[in-house]
């Protein structure tokens, strides 16, 4: 059993993280990139091809999603894709509708997927771990300008949790919620919403840990949000902050951020190539994760190293 299986608790943020940070510790540096590339899976097998009958749509079936997508099949077992529609309250660029009279359906997205630790996985990771994976946008940041849409999490992800937890109610578990960017909001608040509902819970009352890690998230909510936040005790968030990246700065008035935060500087890396003109350089959750591995710091005199 690996070092990170045998400390999972603590690099799930038991402790806040304390004595992880600074400097970033080994083992938590690849557990945020294992759940990193976990939420990326939703963006390589996002069908964005608007002239495809199936755009919207994810590319692969659940039972050869994350093969397909490059990572360890055996750890991890996808139960659930989970949808959001136009009819919701999200921001144009969230939602890719299909150009063919052929569309599979006009109105609904794949939005991200649940997936559960399979035995194999259970004893690689230390717990019978329940991941909730988030697709964010890159396709625009103009939607940072505009956060007064409801983010409201769909209720079948909430369903599906709980039948997780009652399955695997007598097993050692945890539930991480991972997301980037307007992916990294609806993160947040899926993981709020499941410690604030119980959803955590066994009906004897057994209570499993529900940790967050969100990368480029803009701050979610207000003073009442952070109070709630602040009295959920089995609930950890770690937000990852590209320096120069806009959208964690947004909106500038009235919403907080909540939970630890990491921030790297890629503009450090001498193996990116980043356009000082283009926001994108710095939002994307490649260069993020990127940005983890390598971070020594953001002081004058840290440097970067893989």
């Not at 997780?164 to 919403?193: F, P, Q, R, W």
């Amino acid at each position: 059993m690996g070092s990170m299986a045998e400390k999972w608790e603590e690099l799930s943020g038991k402790n806040k993280w304390e004595g992880l940070l600074n400097p970033l510790d080994v083992d938590l540096r690849k557990y945020i990139i294992q759940y990193g590339e976990l939420a990326h899976v939703t963006y390589d097998t996002f069908i964005l091809e608007k002239a495809s009958k199936y755009a919207g749509a994810s590319r692969y079936s659940m039972e050869h999603l994350l093969s397909k997508a490059g990572l360890d099949p055996s750890k991890y077992r996808v139960t659930k894709y989970f949808y959001g529609t136009s009819s919701m309250p999200l921001p144009d660029a969230f939602i890719t509708k299909s150009l063919s009279r052929e569309a599979w359906i006009k109105e609904s997205n794949f939005m991200g997927y649940i997936a559960v630790a399979t035995d194999e996985g259970k004893v690689s990771l230390g717990r019978r771990d329940i991941v909730i994976a988030w697709r964010g946008t890159i396709q625009t940041l103009k939607w940072v300008n505009d956060l007064q849409f409801i983010l409201i999490p769909g209720p079948e992800v909430l369903e599906e949790v709980k039948r997780l937890v009652k399955e695997y109610k007598d097993d050692e578990v945890s539930i991480t919620v991972a997301g980037h960017s307007l992916g990294a909001s609806l993160a947040t608040l899926n993981a709020v919403d499941i410690a604030y509902n119980g959803i955590n819970k066994t009906s004897s009352g057994k209570e499993f840990s529900v940790t967050t890690f969100v990368f480029a998230s803009p701050k979610v909510g207000d003073l009442n949000f952070v109070n709630t936040f602040n009295k959920l005790k089995n609930l950890h968030i770690m937000r990852i902050h590209n320096l120069l990246d806009i959208v964690p700065k947004y909106p500038p008035i009235g919403y907080f951020d909540v939970g630890q935060e990491i921030i790297i500087d890629t503009t450090k890396s001498p193996y990116l190539k980043l356009n000082p003109g283009d926001p994108h350089t710095r939002h994307s959750l490649e260069g993020y994760l990127h940005g983890i591995d390598g971070t020594q710091g953001i002081g004058p005199l840290d440097g970067f190293k893989l």
